[in-house]
DNA sequence: CGAAGCCTTGATGCGCCTCAACGTACGTGG
DNA sequence: CCACGTACGTTGAGGCGCATCAAGGCTTCG
């Protein structure tokens, strides 16, 4: 394991504020490791052991149901924490996280979480600001996937997915990580073969342009129209 | 507005474990006030200018989106907080919150939550349990609008409430305050015929009895079969 | 170069929404 | 206290959105 600088955690939201010999002994307690794409970092029902920040990469956060269903609660980016089962008073994982590709991350056992919190005010409250969005998060989605029907929800999932990561290229905006047509599905409860024929009439219509695990969008506007129409417009 | 007595709130989750005194300063900055049914105690997007305890009824939380639909997020029960914007770093209501029956409720105006959380470290943690044990609700009842059908979603709903907030009788465990089809269907994502229809033939079977705005289970055990049963088995 | 994983596209069916009409309980005011 | 209006509930008929079933094509990688 290499040596860990202050730099590295300094500009990510959680710890900001905090002063750099803090952070130095911060990362003093932690243990970077690298995750190969499709490695599980935590299983949904394990023992909350540690928590995590992601340094590069992006991971998916999966949440499995006892007939094996799965859904993707959400991507996490790096800067962001994961596996905050103790900001939830959990003691065990709420879901499996997978590395959507290779993948770097910090983790602390998570018996050094009371500590931190106590000891760094701001990235206590930082953490519940975090937990409070996602709270928000998940009760949006709910009430989408009650009211909306699927073409909405896929022209929302993937607006989101570019918006919020995609980068520019020549075409337009690539999401970027690899993506599959279930996995879009899994984000918003429908099946791979409903994306397939969405993503082929849109492309018909230069709204997207896709190939295997890839998704560019290639006409924002006309996909957030898509997205807030409802049917009977 | 009548004295407040520190037994109101020594026996409710968020304030236990702190001293009598310290509950009779509290109490002195709340007001207290009665709602009678259907009253819209505060809306979506409004200011977040209070904070709630309920001490007697049953409140709806109710998310509406833009175009007019509104779903159920959840139902508060007495001896919760709820319209509490502060803890999750909202300075307006993500909902509106209506009286299902006539309750009464304590508020504190909203800028006192900062010294409340600072100086009762007890009552933080018991809030940010709450506000993580409602992301995980969310969480599950994305999942679940993702992955089951109309009659698993409404047959869990309804176990939940009688287990929840439901009294016993001679009939069988009857939900304890009045809920509409509509209601019903706003918490499942379906429409009211359709709950309606199911009612009907819950109560063919002897699962469940019902007339205007009143439900009892008078079969739990069939409902959780419904409930926990997908479509091929 | 083969196998596995991912994607596409058709055909079919059904769960549930939508539209429609009517019945029934409640509470409010004359 | 009854009459009426309003809110709530029931039940049928019809159709559509999307899951499901099925089969084959295309990448990618060992």
Redesign the interface.
Known sequence: MSLLDASLIADVPPFRGIERQNLVELLSKARSERYEMGRTIFRQGEEAHSFFLLLDGHIRVV?V?P?G?Q?I?RYISSGELFGIAQ????DSY??NAVAAVDCIALSWPGSYWQTITDRYPTFATNT??T??????E??N???E???ERVEQRVAKAISKLANQTGQKTDDGILISFPISRQDISEM??TTLHTVSRLLSAWENKGIVKSSRKKITVTDSHQLAVLASR?LHN
Do not use: N
């Open positions: 949440r149901t007939d269903d859904m609660a900001a939830l008073s959990l709420p879901a519940y600001k937990v409070g969005a996602r709270l928000q998940a009760q989605k709910m009430v996937m009650a009211t918003t409860g409802d």
